[in-house]
């Protein structure tokens, strides 16, 4: 249901009406008039008061919070004013027909964005409510289903005995490696007409809602080989390079195991890497059930892979979308963490003119902060003219006739960027007059991607950086990547230091706002020798912060 908005302005309530003054005498309307409008002001005020009082809809979610490193103000509404968008299906992304209260985030996260160019092609559109159907067909606990499970116990694989294929996505890594994966064997789901089905472990479903109507795609807890995910390593018997090592399976057999387990983390060997021929592709399809644990957003190659190629083009006529309708798509904050991003953003990022995010995530050993890391922030961020300079001579500044009011958003798991930066914008006033105000949710210190606390909190700092208007992003992050992704930015990337020193030049431009595919494969199928795929087709470039790492683009340029 539409959230009721309003000119902060007037009046929003009808709080009198007379009551027919053509049937009273003048001395009687006038009285009454006067009587209530002595009382206007005092029943303005009470209906206001009444109308922003603190919901209680997500008050168990405030302790995910609590190292806050600015005071929680009252909830007030500040976007009330704002009228929602008729498109609250992103142009046919979404699905209609969900139960709205159920999860909040899915129609109501336009109302906390810019409107934005990139709109779904109609073929997307179309493959989307396809894909919809087909799992609800074939998902969890439907006979499609049940029949596939009991193949899958019997320990064969015969072509043609169930008539739905599935991919299990493994749970692994960190929650920036788990979004951007997800998505990633969501598209292969897509391009493969496969079942897609998440490995819930302890916190899939207290972050995100479902995004498929009428049937989870959270894969049941007693699937039969569930027990043996997190041994799945590069090593395992049941691993796709393993097997053709081994020569357990070829295209040539009538019957193949039951599974297959596609090791496409980070340790990959040149085996596990045939995933993405297209001769191997042909062979896979045969597989009812594949299990896939991965690290890495492996989008960039399946761009390479002729098989996929016209199919591609058709899902995204602008190919630096990818992720970013993907993500929209897929990603829904539940309620819990939804509250956790709604009342951090109106208490201090909605009343700004301008949102600067800043993404911080440093790799070298040791707590930190680092002074060369201060510098470097204040070198990009000044210097692209994102944040202005401060005046740190004059004792009294003219204040500026029109000053804009910048909230700069810094996420860190160390306290001490934000509190440097605060202290410049709070010590010297700004050489322009604007007024900087500076915040940071929360600083975990370490990151425990076991911990699901932990994880809710990385997931609205993802998304609350999503709704900046410019952003500021760390090499080598996917956490960063899912911010940019999600908001659709082209961020500038923090350069990864060498020997602790400040980069020069600091910063850069993103060329694109796809995340970057950090260990792909560089093999020719067809020549079988190595090649480097950053310069097999236009679209498919080396990444700005890693030089061997890929990434889509839409318009390619030197840099």
């Keep these: ?44 005020m009470l209906t206001f008061l009444l109308r922003h009082k603190p919901s209680d809809r997500f ?68 493959k ?3 894909y919809e159907d087909l799992h609800k067909r074939c998902g969890p606990n439907t006979p499609s289903y049940n029949k596939a499970v009991e193949q899958l116990k019997s320990g064969s694989n015969v072509v043609g005995t169930t008539d739905c294929k599935y991919v299990v996505w493994v749970r692994y890594s960190g929650l920036g490696n788990r979004i951007l994966t997800l998505a990633s064997v969501f598209l292969y789901a897509l ?69 297959v387990y596609l090791h496409l983390a980070h340790d990959y060997d040149d085996h596990d890497k045939l995933f993405f021929c297209d001769d191997d592709q042909a062979l896979l399809k045969r597989f009812t059930w594949l299990v896939v644990k991965t690290d890495n957003y492996f989008v960039p190659s399946l761009f390479l892979m002729p098989s996929f190629e016209d199919e591609l083009k058709k899902l995204f006529p602008n190919k630096e979308t990818i992720f970013h309708l993907l993500g929209r798509y897929l990603f829904h904050p539940s309620n819990h963490v939804w509250g956790i991003i709604t009342r951090y953003y109106k208490a201090y990022l909605a009343g700004a003119d301008e949102r600067v995010g800043i993404q911080v995530r440093i790799f070298d050993k040791g707590p930190g902060p680092y ?26 500044v003219n204040p500026s006739k029109n000053p804009k009011v910048k ?22 006033p700004t050489v322009t007059g604007d007024i900087i105000g500076v915040h940071q949710p929360s600083h975990e210190e370490q990151q425990r991607s076991e911990k699901p606390l932990h994880n809710m909190k990385a997931l609205a700092e993802m998304y609350l950086l999503s709704l ?41 431009r993103a060329m694109s706002m796809e995340p970057c595919f950090h260990a792909p494969p560089f093999y020719d199928c067809k020549a079988k020798e190595g090649i480097d795929t950053g310069k097999v087709v236009p679209h498919v470039r080396h990444c700005e912060d890693i030089s061997w790492g890929l990434k889509v683009v839409d318009r390619y340029t030197e840099l």
């Design 407 to 428: 909230a700069v958003l810094m996420t860190s798991l160390v306290y001490g960027y934000y509190e440097n930066m605060k202290n410049i914008y709070w010590e010297h």
């Design 128 to 130: 989307l409510r396809k």
């Design 468 to 508: 900046t208007d410019v952003l500021v992003t760390s090499a080598w992050s996917t956490f960063g990547y899912v911010a940019q992704g999600l908001g659709g930015l082209k961020p500038w990337i923090l350069y990864k230091s060498e020997n602790q020193t400040t980069p020069n030049p600091p910063c850069q």
């Design 1 to 44: 249901m539409a959230e009721r908005k309003y000119n902060q302005n007037q009046s929003h309530v009808n709080i009198w009406r007379p009551c027919d003054p053509w049937k009273r005498s003048g001395l009687e309307a006038m009285r009454s008039s006067k009587t209530l409008l002595l009382a206007l002001p005092f029943l303005i």
């Design 371 to 396: 002074q060369y890391v201060k510098d470097q922030i204040s070198a990009c961020t000044i210097g692209e003219k994102l944040l202005p300079e401060v005046d740190t001579r004059r004792l009294a």
């Design 191 to 259: 391009l493969t007409e496969r079942v897609l089905l998440v490995d819930q472990g302890n916190d899939m479903a207290s972050l995100f809602c479902e995004p498929f109507p009428e049937r989870s795609w959270l894969l049941p807890m007693n699937f039969p080989i569930a027990k043996m995910f997190n041994s799945f390593d590069q090593k395992s018997a049941e691993s796709y390079g393993n097997l053709l090592k081994n020569n357990m399976i070829k295209a040539s057999m009538g019957s193949l195991p039951s599974y």
């Design 59 to 126: 008050t168990d979610a405030t302790p995910f919070f609590s190292n806050l490193t600015t005071p929680p103000l009252l909830e007030v509404d500040v976007l009330q004013h704002v009228d929602i968008a008729e498109d609250k299906l992103l142009g046919g992304l979404l699905a209609d027909g969900f139960d709205e209260q159920s999860c909040l985030s899915r129609y109501r996260s336009i109302l906390y964005r810019k409107a934005l160019p990139y709109k779904p092609s109609p073929y997307l559109v179309s």
